[in-house]
Every structure is written in structure tokens, then in C-alpha cells.
């Protein structure tokens, strides 16, 4: 007769309380991962796309003032001296402050081309995106290193390559990489060894927690329900297009300005 193994209820409760602790670990693990990797470039598109392309607008309109009004300036300390503006030093002096903000403008530019095409990328149908983030958790279960401290070195790679293929949307590669799994069981834990990996997985939870608390305090999570509210993104883009047209304006009269500058002459040559 084969007789049963009994477990002391106390220990039934430490391993009880070690996978919920580990189930709460890989589902905010989780959540952080795709807070990172796919709710914030969307957000960061629809940002860039609604709000940062007016931003830019504004931007540039504003190099442009300060270049032309910087230009003003030195032009008008030649007539301060009553001299001859020297014409090639100005622009030598103008194309030095010019080149400082180009590599800005290329990056800001490049981020709202980037925004764009991420909008207009075709994406999964919805049974693939809800087979992804499932293999994905099935993996992460079985492999996380904070919910495994001791992995081999194979289950560390599987792992590391899981997270890589997850962020590109490789279904292939997850499915390869959940077929090879085999997952431990709670139950092959030594006693002795459960208030430890207890207390190093609550440790995870926290440390998740921290991390999710932390990106939804900062952008763009701080706009994730205002991106979804089309009063909100129509105000913001009213506000910003005042301001656009009173920097045209501002140019424009500062273009003039400088206009009437340069036709000055020394009193000598007048």
C-alpha cells in the first residue's frame, strides 16, 4: 500500500504564500514591462503627434526670432560706434549660433517622424496581441530571475531572449521558448528554504510596486487619461496655435526691424 506523504499546514501556508507572491511578481512585472514598452511609445506618439508637432512649430519660429534679433544686436552696436557693420562677421557669428540649434531640431524632428510612422504601423489583430502578452507570462513566471534566484545559466539566456522578443512582437520566438519550458515546482521547495524566498519575493513585489508608482508620477503617464480626452488635446492645440501666431507676428516685426537696420549708414558715408 503506498502511503501518502502528509504536509504540515504550516508549511502548506508558506507555500501558499510564496505563489501569490510570486503570481503578484510576475503580474506587475508584467504591467511595468508594458507600461514601458507599449503603453509609453504609444503615448509618446499620440503626444508627439496631437501636441509636440504644434511644440516644435513654436520652437523653430522661436530660433528664428532669437537668430534675427540677435543679429539686430549686432548690427546695432556698429551704429552704436557710428561704423560700418562688418556684414561677414555677423553672418559668421549668425551661422555659429544657428549650427548650436540644429542638432536639436533634427532630433525633435526626427521624434515626430518616429511618432508618426509608429501610429501608421500596421499592428496585431487583437488573438495575437492577447497570444503574445500570454506567452510572454507564461515565460516570465517560469524564468524571472527575481522569482528564480537560482537559475541556470540556460534559464537566465531563455529568459534574456524572451524579453528581447517580446519587445519586437516575435510570436515565433516565444512560442520556441514556452515549448522548452519546464517550471518548478513549489511543492520540491525544502521547508527551510520558503521564509527566504518569501521574503526575497516579497522584496520583488515592493521593488515592482516602486517602479510602477514612479512612471505614472512622470511623462507621459502623467497625460495618459488627458491623450484620450479630445477636449483636452483640442484646448491644448488652441493655446499653443495664440501663441504660434503671436510669434509670427513677433518675427515679422522683428524682421522689419532689422530691415531698417541694415539700410543704415555711418554719418561719414550719409
Known amino acids: 500500500m503506498t502511503q501518502s506523504v502528509v504536509i504540515h499546514p504550516k508549511v502548506t501556508a508558506l507555500q501558499n504564500r510564496l505563489e501569490e507572491l510570486r503570481q503578484e511578481s510576475a503580474r506587475l512585472y ?6 514601458q514598452f507599449e503603453e509609453k511609445p504609444h503615448m509618446l506618439s499620440l503626444y508627439e503627434t496631437y501636441i509636440g508637432k504644434l511644440l516644435f512649430e513654436e520652437f523653430q519660429l ?8 540677435l543679429e539686430a544686436q ?3 552696436a556698429y551704429i552704436n560706434r557710428n561704423e560700418r557693420p562688418d556684414e561677414e ?12 540649434f540644429k542638432s536639436e531640431l533634427e532630433e525633435k524632428e526626427a521624434t515626430i517622424k518616429a511618432a508618426q510612422e509608429y501610429l501608421n504601423a500596421p499592428s496585431y489583430s487583437k488573438e495575437e496581441t492577447e497570444e503574445l502578452r500570454n506567452l510572454y507570462r507564461l515565460i516570465a513566471k517560469a524564468l524571472h530571475p527575481d522569482l528564480h534566484p537560482d537559475q541556470t545559466q540556460r534559464e537566465k539566456d531563455l529568459f534574456l531572449k524572451a524579453v528581447s522578443a517580446y519587445r519586437i512582437g516575435d510570436i515565433f520566438v516565444l512560442r520556441q521558448i514556452a515549448l522548452a519550458l519546464t517550471e518548478e515546482s513549489i511543492v520540491d521547495i525544502p521547508e527551510v528554504d520558503l521564509p527566504r524566498l518569501i521574503e526575497k519575493a516579497q522584496e520583488t513585489v515592493d521593488s515592482f510596486k516602486l517602479r ?14 488627458k491623450l484620450t480626452d479630445s477636449e483636452w488635446i483640442k484646448e491644448q492645440q488652441v493655446e499653443i496655435a495664440e501663441r504660434i501666431t503671436n510669434a509670427k507676428k513677433q518675427l515679422e516685426q522683428s524682421k522689419n526691424y532689422l530691415m531698417m537696420l541694415k539700410i543704415w ?6
Open 30 to 35: 508584467l504591467k511595468a514591462e508594458y507600461m
Open 62 to 69: 522661436g530660433i528664428e526670432i532669437r537668430l534675427i534679433n
Open 74 to 76: 549686432l548690427i546695432q
Open 89 to 100: 562677421q555677423i553672418a559668421t557669428r549668425i551661422r555659429y549660433e544657428k549650427e548650436k
Open 212 to 225: 510602477i508608482e514612479q512612471m505614472n508620477a512622470v511623462f507621459p503617464f502623467i497625460y495618459r487619461d
Open 265 to 270: 549708414k555711418p554719418d561719414s558715408l550719409s
